[in-house]
Each structure stands twice: as C-alpha cells, then as structure tokens.
C-alpha cells in the first residue's frame, strides 16, 4: 500500500529526513517513534503530499506519491499535531466545513454522524476555542474522517490529552482497522506504539530499526522486554555508530 523509495528531505543543509526506505501493507497500525526532530511529521508529509522529498521515490495505493497526489488524497485523511481546526467555528461547522471541502452531498448529516460516532454531539454549537483539547481532539478526528478514508495519518493524537481520553482514541483507532482502515501514527508514548502491528524507530531523520515488537526483540543482541528498553538501546546504539 505504502512504498517509499530512498527518501530524502532537505530543509536548506538540513536533512530531516534520511534515506528512509520503508513500506506498509494495508490494514496495518504502523508506529512511527522517535525522539523530538526525529523527522516524524515530515515523513508523515511527505506521504500526505505536503511536503514534496528532495530526492527518492515513493507511491501510495500504487500512486506516485509526487505526480498523483491529488488522487492519493482523495484517500487519504490526516490529522495534524494542531488538529488543524477553525477556532471560531463551532463544532458542526467545522466538520460540515471538511465535509464540503471533500464534495461529500449532505455535510451537516455527515457533520451529525461523525459527532455521535466520537461523542462530540452535545458540544455541537459550541465554538472550537471554548473546548478542551480533549473534545478538540475528537472534533479534529471527525473532520479528518468526514470522507472515509482508507488510510489515516495520525501525527501525535494524544498528545496533551488526559489517559482515559487516550484510552478512548486508541479504542477507536482498533475498531477503525478492525473495519479495515490502514493507519499511520506517530507518538512519544511507548505503550501506545506496543500496541501497533508494525513498528519504525527513527533518529535523526533515519529509520534505525523497523519490525513488529517481537522482531523488534529477536533482532537484539541481548534481551529486552519493554519497547522503552529496546528504544533506548537502539538510540545508544545508533548514536555510538
Ligand atoms: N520547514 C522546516 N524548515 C527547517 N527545518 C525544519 C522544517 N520542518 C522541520 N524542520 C526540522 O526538521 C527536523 C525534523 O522535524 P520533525 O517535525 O519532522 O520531527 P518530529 O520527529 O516530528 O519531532 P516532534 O516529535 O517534535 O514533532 C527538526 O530538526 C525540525 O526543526
């Protein structure tokens, strides 16, 4: 579903993101770890189409993920660290405002159901500025839904949200790829990023170790349990290279 190529992004003589080679098959939760300016959300970007690379190739549902990205996003939906919300709008306007931007026929009965489904329904006339990061968080999950993507890219949902509430996201997140959804998530929490089938740590800009949890494991000189441990080793590693 996801392939990319020997992708490289500079910003000026910065490289963000580093001869990343890396592909996810559909259905999968991949995890996306790594410290501050790993190079996560760019990476994140550039399969969104945000960003373009500086070099290195890259398709998405067999798109170029450059030249075809216009029908990679009709596929797509992404919620942005800052949950990308108009703050003076209320709750049914924003997500009726995604609605429309994708063509979608109804947007206020779309706007309707995505409030139930993320229980965000009795905040619906409230403006965005007066709620929580919480409730901002499911409104921002909404609009990134309003279009039923097949994929999701998730850049650090639970960030700044109380556990029960990330309890409750993650919740979603299983019944979404239950329902046959791909989704690609970066986050700081390791507990969150055990629970994905696929897992890609990354350090400046590189993906240093790629697996599931257990391969993740076996692929280790000595025994760690805990994804923490295995994260701390082969950042130590990679920065001892
Ligand atoms: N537009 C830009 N211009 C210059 N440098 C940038 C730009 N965007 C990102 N960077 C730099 O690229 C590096 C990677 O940033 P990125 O946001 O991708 O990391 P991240 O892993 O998502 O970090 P965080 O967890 O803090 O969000 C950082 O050093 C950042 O300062």
Redesign the pocket.
Known sequence: MIHLHHIRKQ??H?T?VDDVTLSIEKGTVYGLL?A????????IKIMCGLLDPTSGTGTIFGHDLVRERNRIKQSIGYMS?KFSLYQDLTVSENIAFYARLYGIEKPETRARELSEQFDVYTFKDKVVYSLSSGVRQRVAFACALVHAPKLLFLD?PTSGVDPLARRKVWKWLYRLAADGMSIVV?T?YMDEAEHCDRIAL?NA?RIVAEGTLDTLRKGLPVQLHSLEDIFVHVMREDVNR
């Not at 501050?36 to 990476?43: E, M, S, V, Y």
């Open positions: 910003f000026g910065f963000a790594g501050n300016g790993a190079g996560k959300t760019t990476l660290q650090e970066t700081h990354m800009g």
